[in-house]
């Protein structure tokens, strides 16, 4: 009775995790104009439940996965006001819930109870989702990227999130269809790109080229990294798959110029022309960092430096936060915030380049990890909303549990 009621339990989990987008966009539709956060009470209680089922599926990842998340609610405790600490609580739980998701699976795909299909269907069930959402989007439906109606974001409220989990479901499907087709690739691709025309943000055009790279030269890049050599063919590789990328590229280029996404760089363009390159490129974010570091000078105590400010004071105090993740980091949850984040990070690299060549599932799983996780890196250090978003936590925990149960 018992050992069905666990099993019962975790099959939930499984498909809340699975259709996480669905009720995502299931819960936008039904409150959009009620006055409660329902889409951040829906991530509680799946952090609940990922807890629940961590501690039947394993209790040594259980106590791991709180061990590993205590760092980052101890700033909240240096809160001047309940507001503040519920607020601080609050950001620390949208971080900290890619750990209990992603111990769980992997403890539960080691014991072989989970297998990669698990993994694909999760892939392609948000791949139709965000697709549907954005198609929508396109006919009116939802949420618009910008104001004066550029861009769609479909039924979704974070225009950055929707824009980032294209980009990591891009480099899965195209890492699934590379090793079978490379007309489905180039297929799947341009349809990426067109996904990436209707959110209309650089993150996604930029993301797209990124990932599309990683994608084709996962090889060469895995032989230098780990047996530090170079051979013929990759170098021949590098040079035919560069001209499919500059041809690409251009053709991209080239339908943004007949598009009003070409437009809405000129009105960015004109808004920042009289600022540095890394003030334009950064969209202000580096003038952020400059007053989060001052403000950290002048009131940060020992214990900050180490734990974090806290994020609802930090924020009460400058009003908006730094939006590149490594600061973000350092300013909430101080220096042990970010080296453990980065580190698991950086760790979970590399592992995907350790994969073996065999079986091909297993490697086309760690070549769109890869691909993923290093756009992630990119994105962190320059847009940020990587690590402050619950829902791409929750893609980092399944995502990285899938590479490293398949390496």
């Not at 996480?20 to 829906?42: A, M, R």
């Not at 394993?58 to 309940?82: A, D, M």
């Not at 007309?183 to 797209?208: D, E, R």
Request: proline share 1%; with cysteine.
């Amino acid at each position: 009775m018992k050992d069905n009621l666990n099993t019962l339990v975790k099959g939930f989990l499984n498909w809340n995790i699975a259709l996480v987008l669905l009720f995502e966009t299931i819960i936008w539709i039904l409150v959009k104009n009620v006055d409660i956060n329902f889409s951040g009470l829906h991530k509680v209680y799946l952090l609940i439940l990922a807890y629940l089922c961590l501690l039947i599926s394993s209790k040594k990842w259980f106590v791991y996965s709180l061990f590993l998340s205590i760092p980052f609610f101890i700033s909240s405790f240096f809160s001047e006001s309940i507001f503040s600490f519920i607020e601080s609580i609050s950001e620390a739980i949208r971080l900290t819930i890619l750990f209990p998701i992603g111990f769980y699976l992997y403890s539960e795909n080691k014991k072989g109870n989970l297998d990669s299909k698990f993994f694909y269907n999760f892939i392609w069930i948000s791949f139709y989702i965000i697709s549907a959402n954005l198609i929508l989007g396109y006919f009116g439906f939802g949420n618009a990227q910008r104001a004066g109606g550029l861009g769609t974001r479909g039924f979704f409220n974070a225009g950055n999130d929707i824009s980032t989990l294209t980009c990591i479901i891009a480099a899965f499907v195209l890492s699934f269809t590379w090793g079978k087709s490379k007309i489905k690739f180039f297929g799947y691709l341009i349809y990426f790109f067109f996904l990436a025309f209707l959110l209309n943000t650089k993150a996604s055009i930029v993301g797209l080229v990124m990932i599309t790279v990683l994608l084709i030269y996962f090889p060469t890049i895995k032989n230098v990294v780990t047996k530090s050599i170079v051979k013929i063919r990759d170098l021949k590789m590098v040079f035919i798959n560069g001209f499919l990328i500059v041809l690409l590229f251009g053709i991209a280029l080239l339908y943004s110029i007949k598009s009003n996404f070409w437009d809405r760089y000129l009105t960015f363009y004109n808004q920042f022309k009289n600022d540095s390159i890394l003030t334009f490129l950064l969209s202000r974010r580096d003038v952020f960092v400059k007053n989060g570091l001052d403000f950290s000078n002048e009131n940060f105590s020992f214990l900050n430096y180490i734990f974090g400010y806290g994020t609802g004071d930090f924020l009460m105090e400058l009003g908006k936060r730094a939006e590149i993740d490594p600061f973000d980091l350092f300013f909430f949850y101080g220096i042990i915030g970010v080296i453990l984040i980065y580190y698991l990070f950086l760790k979970m690299i590399y592992k995907s380049l350790k994969c073996k060549d065999y079986p091909v599932d297993k490697l086309q799983l760690n070549r769109g990890l890869f691909a993923s996780n290093v756009f992630l890196l990119f994105t962190s250090i320059t847009a940020g909303h990587v690590f402050t978003s619950v829902i791409i936590c929750i893609f980092l925990g399944v995502t990285n549990a899938m590479g490293k149960t398949n390496s």
